[in-house]
Every structure is written in C-alpha cells, then in structure tokens.
C-alpha cells in the first residue's frame, strides 16, 4: 500500500499491536468535489443513487435527493456520471 494515501488514525499504537488504516481515494475525492451543487448518478456496489452532491469528504459523499439524504462509503463507488 502506498504510505500517500493511507493515513493511521492511531499512530500511538506500538508497531506490534492493531492499527486501523484509512484508504484514501484521491481521484474519486477530486472529482466528487468538482461536483458539489450539482446533480450526479453514482453506481455502488450495492446499486445506484442519484441526486444533488451536497459535501464531499475523504471517506464519504453526501447526496440529497427531495427529503432524503444518503452518505455513500467513497470505496463503494464503481463510477460516477454527471447529470446533464
């Protein structure tokens, strides 16, 4: 794994013991943020979502669509499209 874009959310624990790794995907990040206020489909492993892309995080993506709002794991995301 590239040290780039993990990051260790507990860096006091001894090499011997867990740790937890965050894998950070950059590309993906980039291009949800580009999208912020504007509609997208986003295909996850578990099927398709669509809305308004509210707030994009190193994580996560925030999509609003009439009253509802769903936060969508960014590793779960097979592809994303622009909605015209």
Not at 14 to 25: D, L, S
Not at 38 to 43: G, I, N, S, W
């Amino acid at each position: 794994m590239n040290p780039m874009y993990a990051y260790r959310v507990n860096p006091q624990i001894t090499q011997n013991g867990p740790m937890q790794v965050i894998v950070i995907e950059p590309f993906v990040y980039e291009a949800l943020r580009s999208l912020i206020g504007k509609r997208a489909v986003l295909d996850t492993t578990r099927g398709s979502v669509s809305g308004m892309v509210v707030d994009a995080k190193l994580d996560h993506v925030v999509i609003k669509e009439h009253d509802s709002t769903f936060f969508v794991r960014l590793r779960e995301i097979v592809w994303i499209m622009p909605e015209s």
